[in-house]
Every structure is written in C-alpha cells, then in structure tokens.
C-alpha cells in the first residue's frame, strides 16, 4: 500500500511539473490586420518546401527573393542536391537547372504547369507567402486562412518579423495537390 502512495504522489509531482513549463505564445492569423502586405515590394525568406500530388512528392529547402517585376526561387534537394533557379517575371519564366539554362516565355503558372508537370500558383504564393490573398481576385475568408482560386490557404503558424506578424508555417491545397512550407528566415528590406 505504501509503495502505491509513493508511486502516486511522485506521478503526481511529475504530472505538475510538466504543466508548469511554459508555452509558446501563438498568435492567431488575422487577414485584416495583414492585408497592408499585398504593397510589400521587397521581401525574401530562406524555408523548406513540400510538394506533393497523385504523381509525384517534392521536398526542397527554398530561397525566395521578390523585387518589383521579378522573383528569383531557388530549391534544392537535401545536402544541396539537385538545385534549380527559376527566376519569374510578368512575361518568362527561366529555369536553370545547372546542365542549362531554358527561357520560357509565358505567365508563370502556366510554364510550370507545362515545362514541369506541377500545379504551382506561383503569382497567388508570392502573396500566399505574406500570409494575403491575391489581389484582384475573389476570395473567400475562413478560420485560419482562406480560399481563393480553388485553393485553401491556411497559415498554421505565425511569427513576428519587426512590426509585422508574417507566416511560418502555410498550407496550401487543392484537388489532389498539397504545398507545404515552413519559412525559417524573414527579410522585409
């Protein structure tokens, strides 16, 4: 019986102890408080990116880099494996895959669509990314994101970059394609 009571009472100590340490605090997703963010002309970030659909699952580290009228994506697999260059502007796409490198004119969504098999809403991510929708286009707000171009965005975690709440963790799905990403590093310069 003894031997009970001090099992008991250790497992209670122990219970105690683990509520006691301290969370984290989150801060929710708030689209009206972010919506200042669709004029950000300059911003990069340094994350991981997962990709996955009926045929294939992409993982890649990825750096983001947007300036007025051009982004500059690069990924690359695991150990720097595998890198590729895609640099977007309103009317090309180039892709450099270290063997060559392809000029292909066209909005962007549509080049990856064709020149890589992915459905990848890249003019919509580079506001998706800021934790915004895409202007000029119908949306739909929800609890922890919204839907927008047949997509649901959520943004799972927020963190604070300066004066800003920007997104760490967003998800992205739509039909039978997922986009995940985690943003390790924020520059708003």
Not at 79 to 94: C, F, H, I, N, Y
């Amino acid at each position: 019986m003894m031997f009970k009571a001090v099992v008991f009472g250790l497992l209670t100590i122990a219970l105690t102890a683990c509520s006691t340490v301290p969370e984290k605090p989150v801060q929710e997703y708030l689209l009206a408080g972010a919506q200042h963010l669709q004029q950000q002309q300059r911003w990069r970030f340094e994350g991981r990116l997962a990709m996955v659909d009926e045929r294939d699952s992409i993982s890649a580290s990825i750096s983001w880099r947007h300036r007025p009228e051009v982004d500059e994506i690069e990924l690359s697999g695991p150990l720097a494996q595998g890198r590729v260059q895609v640099v977007v502007t309103p009317d090309s796409v180039v892709i450099d895959n270290g063997e060559g490198r392809r000029v292909y004119p066209g909005r962007a969504d549509e080049v990856m669509a064709e020149q890589l098999g992915v459905d990848m809403p890249v003019n919509a991510l580079r506001y998706w990314v800021l934790g915004v929708n895409q202007p000029e286009q119908a949306y739909v707000e929800r609890t922890g994101g919204f839907f927008q171009n047949g997509w649901v965005v959520l943004f799972r975690e927020m963190q604070r970059v300066d004066a800003e709440w920007l997104p760490k963790k967003v998800t992205a799905e739509k039909n039978k394609t997922k986009i995940k990403l985690i943003v390790d590093q924020w520059d708003l310069s």
